[in-house]
């Protein structure tokens, strides 16, 4: 494989999800009426905010939710769903790159290439997988009308 080659291909390898949406999803939190003091319960512990407000939580965390109180209102817990995140596919448009550059090389190092092209292709899922870039909580907004006690 030559150097442009190869150097495309690792480009392109970088992890998607990653260089797309990063490690932290921000989240908008409004609530009615407004002045309600958010709890971030995703990971490490963080500062309360007030509505309204956006929230930064790392897509890596294993569950996430978050908590709106204000005197006088009930109490609302939001529970996220984690989802997979919709860049990783473009992970595959790199290890199918990295496949091609490797197989279309017309010497005695083809399949060598085309190996070392499929491997740093798919080096995006790992990037992704490392980093939680690969999910994304839901919703991606949250807007909530407090109930009176």
């Known amino acids: 494989m030559n150097l442009k080659t ?3 291909v690792l480009v392109l390898a970088q ?3 990653t260089v797309q949406d990063g490690r932290y999803q921000e989240i908008r939190v409004v609530s009615d009426p407004a ?3 958010v709890e971030v319960h995703c990971g490490k512990a963080q500062p309360v905010a007030v509505t309204p407000a956006t929230v930064r939580v790392p897509r ?4 996430c939710s978050l908590v709106l109180t204000r005197d006088g209102y009930q109490p609302e817990t939001v529970v996220f769903d984690s989802v997979p995140n919709g860049w990783i596919w473009a992970n595959f448009g790199a290890t199918i790159a990295g496949g091609i550059s490797g197989a279309t090389r017309h ?5 060598v290439d085309f ?5 740093v292709g798919s080096a995006g899922f790992g990037i992704d997988a490392l980093t939680g870039a690969m999910w994304e909580w839901e919703p991606a907004a ?3 009308k ?4």
């Open 6 to 8: 190869f150097v495309a």
């Open 15 to 17: 992890g998607c999800a």
């Open 35 to 37: 002045g309600a003091s």
């Open 60 to 63: 890596r965390a294993d569950r």
């Open 107 to 111: 010497s005695d190092q083809a399949f």
């Open 115 to 119: 190996l070392t092209g499929v491997v």
């Open 142 to 144: 949250v807007e909530r």
């Open 146 to 149: 407090l109930v009176p006690k």
